[in-house]
């Protein structure tokens, strides 16, 4: 069953059950007040006819005598054209006189009723007979204090129980009608108001079947419940989309980073299998290519898996790390890549961090690498490290082709490359700055970039100097002059 149907299906459920309390309620109510009627109207003619005998004080023979209604004067006069019948019995049951309206099927006193009657009780009830039902009151008629007689005042309940039956049936007419009318209104109701989420299923399915994550869903009114979820999964499918583009992306892109050093490697080793094995010269620079190539698979293959690491929420070592030796590291690792380059180390204080060396290393050698790929030949590439008051400064200086200001704000986000059409020689996945930020951040350091187009871009970690070589620091640059802040920070 449908949400649309169990929503009718309940709704309806509910308004027929109050239509059926407040129909018993009226009917309940009505019946009680015809036959409450009528029988006020039987009491009141039994005190009538019995304070009239008293007042009489004559024997029951000669006050009710004969059998005609001439006999019962003062009760005829007075309910004359009433539907109220009366008769008198004798105490022994036998009926003495009557109205004409008993005449046919006369009046029943069975025998409890006279015995109450006898015992000065009156009785009401309601009995079945020919004409439908009668309601009846039994009451006794004294003289001297003594039951002489029994009255028995009755009338037929044909007129009520046919309004009651009436009201039954305009119940239940106008009942269906209004039920059927509830189904189909609540019905429509319904299905306008789902209609919205017919329309996210909608396109969720074409979604799913035409693997388009661009479509959207038309949002009717964004402000109720239905306007919110339209709009929530339209945020959400954006969402997707993002992820799933950049998703995209980066398999394109790790497919080709990894296919551009193998193809080299392929090449090299064809090179040395036709001959270059006895080329001394070809040989080396067969080796140093391969070797070249596998340096930067193995750089690409890590940077990834950190990637993946930082993700799922990587641990980082805290120790001291000796950042002079670090840097002395990157240089020798950096050597055999940076031929066209002129790579140096520049000032080199001492300095120790608290930290993870090889997430550290990592920075440095990103950092380096992209300043050796964007310096053309005979550029140079500087590292450094600097004690600056309770902070320390490594730095990696070049004099390559610099990056434009409007790509500035960009490089530290996953995946972004300023240079995006992969034509450009030994071009990487968009990741390393990525990768040092997220260490940068992980040390409480910041990283700071300066570059001009043409003519140099200068990338400065800042991390905070492990607490003892601070203490030392402190007093020994007491009396020194402060150098100047780097503006630019990330
Ligand atoms: N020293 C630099 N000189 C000029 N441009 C740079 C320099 N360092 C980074 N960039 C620019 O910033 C972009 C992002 O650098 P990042 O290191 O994150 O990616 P990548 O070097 O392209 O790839 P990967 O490092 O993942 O191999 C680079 O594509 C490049 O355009
Ligand atoms: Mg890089």
Redesign the pocket.
Known sequence: MTLRYRLTFISVAFMTLGLLILGLTLYSAERAILLNGVRDDLVRATNQIQSQYAQAKKPLERYFSGTSISLLPVPNEDFEGSPISVAVFYPNGVRLAATPAFMGEGPSLDSTELASALEKNSVMSTKPSAYGRTMQVVSPLTFDNTVVGVLVASQSLRTVDRALDTLSLVFLIAGSLTIVLMYLGISQITKRGLRPIDMIANTAEQIVRAEDLSRRIAVANPHDELGRLATITNDLLARMEGLFNTQKRLTADVSHELRTPLAAMRGNLEVLRRGAMHNPELLSESLSDLEREVVRLNR?VN?LLFLAQTEAGVQMRSEPVELDTLILEVFRELRPLAEHVKLQIGSEDQATVIGDRDRLKQAML?LAY??I??TPDDGTVTLSLERVGREVALRVQ?T????PAD?LPH?FQRF????KSRVRKG????????IVKWITDAHRGTIEVRSNVGEG?MFTLWLPLAPATDRLLTSQLRDSPSQPLPVIRQ
């Open positions: 690409l940077d990103n992209n300043a790929q964007h070049d390559g082709e610099g990056i790509v490089i972004y490359r300023a240079d071009g990487g996945a968009g990741i390393g700055l990525a871009s």
